[in-house]
């Protein structure tokens, strides 16, 4: 599992603590602390399932989970955007990443807001609704195969035929499919690597190499 905190790959050692029952299950608290000593953190999770019972029949702890949420740091998981990419998007992509697993509603409407804008600005395609300005950028033939595949399956997964506002007001908070959330950020993170890391790199290259022709005496690339 990656730490909440640093995101860094770490074993999964979590301590339970057994809180007791209610009319929704059976309650516990798992927590942990971050074994990389540049975090060093505590993690803790809420959990409900079904009870282990002890020797003489009463609940000690879960013997199974049904449900389980990080209560801290109430975090997705996630890296943040980019240091290249421009705040705006970067703020909408990050509030999407803060809410995912309170409301994936909201988050969803958020991605889809942000990578209409990021369609408009950055493949600069004309104003319209989402699905017709994901075709407009899929027809431009812009995109490398597998990111305008991604792009595509963000109206089949949130399946907009069915929810005509995801598409005419793309930042309007309604139900959204399995996996719609979590798949809108995916795509938002290989698009900023498209359109402002991978530029962003190759930029600081060729000024590197301009600098060793300049040392050279030899004009600039061209």
Not at 179 to 195: P, Q
Request: with cysteine; aromatic share 8%; net charge neutral.
């Amino acid at each position: 599992m990656k730490c909440a905190h640093c995101l860094v790959e770490v074993n999964p050692n979590f301590t339970e603590y057994y809180l007791g029952n209610d009319t929704s299950g059976f309650w516990s608290i798992l927590f942990m602390k971050c074994p990389n000593q540049d975090c060093n953190r505590i993690i803790i999770d809420l959990a409900c399932g079904d009870p282990k019972l002890n020797q003489f029949g009463h609940a000690e702890g879960l013997a199974s989970i049904k449900w389980r949420q990080t209560v801290r740091p109430i975090s997705s998981g996630r890296p943040p955007a980019p240091p290249e990419v421009d705040l705006v998007f970067a703020q909408d992509y990050s509030e999407a990443c803060s809410i995912i697993k309170l409301s994936p509603k909201a988050s969803a409407a958020l991605s889809r807001r942000c990578l209409q804008n990021i369609l408009r600005e950055k493949a600069g395609i004309k104003n319209g609704n989402l699905v017709n300005e994901i075709q407009q950028v899929i027809d431009s033939k812009s995109l490398p195969a597998h990111l305008a595949e991604s792009i595509d399956a963000i109206r089949h997964i949130g399946n907009f035929a069915a929810h005509p506002l995801k598409s005419t007001s793309s930042g309007e908070i309604i139900e959204v499919e399995i996996g719609e959330a979590e798949w809108s950020l995916d795509v938002l993170e290989a698009l900023f690597d498209f359109y402002f890391v991978q530029p962003a790199i190759l930029k600081a290259k060729r000024s590197a190499l301009d600098a060793k022709l300049k040392d050279a005496n030899k004009p600039p690339m061209k």
